[in-house]
């Protein structure tokens, strides 16, 4: 289970994270109405750093946030990071509207908070490919909003949807909206038929992931045939593999779906060759900045 590390930072200033506060005000907290990031940090190296905060920029100007000066914030990072002293943890970013005066839908002039925070995470330099267990999905309709592409805190489906899976006895959801698959509850999804990786497009219904878009620069090394495209739900009954990716869990191979084995019932060949080579990318980034 991941642990808060001891520091964060808030609106310009390093803060000890359980002191950390922000204005009942804030219309992040009446609205929903910010904007995040999380970012796997290895060595004091952002994986995919520069990615997930031109998402961050994305998703912001999206929203109509008045985004902080990304220099500035690129600079807090580092000492945030830095203060925390961990070799390995994972980054959370999230910018609000910021605190208004009276509660309205639509009120401007507050200044944006800036709030991040730290947590413990894995090495994913320790990861075994030959000893990493598969994961338990069920399938969901996916009643989330319309621009599921935008990377805001309003996360209250999400978290309905893992929490009916687990009450399954799952690990996750994947869900599916008018018969195609879009995503799981915090993961992009990947299917796997005949040697072929297919994944849904990135459309307004599903986050652009940076692992995501790793994932399909790491098979595109290796030679594997890919499709991005509208999935339907039924080939996830015929898939080989099953594999769900994200910044903090990687590549993780779905072993069983809806109670039944997927392929095999283990990770597959593909899930393999894949893993190796995002394991290699990853490597390569980290070591080039020691």
Request: hydrophobic residues 45%; glycine residues 8%.
């Amino acid at each position: 289970m991941a642990e808060v590390l001891p520091w964060a930072w808030l609106n310009g200033h390093l803060v000890e994270a359980a002191e950390a506060s922000v204005s009942p005000f804030d219309r992040g907290f009446m609205f929903a109405e910010g904007a995040y990031e999380v970012i796997p940090v290895i060595d004091q190296v952002l994986w995919g750093g520069r990615q997930h905060l031109d998402r961050l920029w994305r998703s912001g100007r999206a929203i109509g946030l008045d985004l902080p000066d990304r220099a500035e914030l690129e600079q807090a990072i580092q000492t945030l990071i830095r203060a925390n002293g961990r070799y390995c943890q994972s980054l959370y970013i999230q910018v609000t509207s910021g605190a208004a005066r009276y509660r309205d839908h639509v009120s401007g002039g507050a200044r944006p908070t800036v709030f991040m925070m730290c947590q413990t995470m894995a090495d994913p330099r320790d990861l075994d490919p030959d000893t990493v267990p598969g994961i338990s999905v069920v399938t969901a309709p996916d009643f989330r909003w319309q621009r599921c592409d935008i990377k805001s805190v309003a996360l209250l489906a999400n978290v309905m949807l893992k929490r009916q899976a687990l009450e399954k006895g799952a690990d996750d959801a994947i869900l599916v909206r008018q018969g195609r698959i879009t995503e799981a509850t915090a993961a992009n999804v990947f299917v796997v038929r005949e040697g072929e990786v297919i994944t849904p497009v990135a459309d307004e219904h599903i986050l652009a992931g940076i692992t995501r878009q790793l994932v399909l620069e790491a098979a595109a090394r290796e030679g594997l045939a890919i499709e991005e495209g509208p999935v339907d739900g039924g080939l996830l009954e015929q898939a080989d593999e099953i594999w769900l990716t994200s910044s903090t869990r990687h590549v993780v191979p779905v072993t069983r779906l809806n109670g039944q084995p997927v392929g095999i019932g283990a990770p597959g060949p593909v899930w393999k060759t894949v893993m190796l080579a995002y394991l290699r990318a990853l490597k390569d980034e980290v070591a080039s900045h020691s």
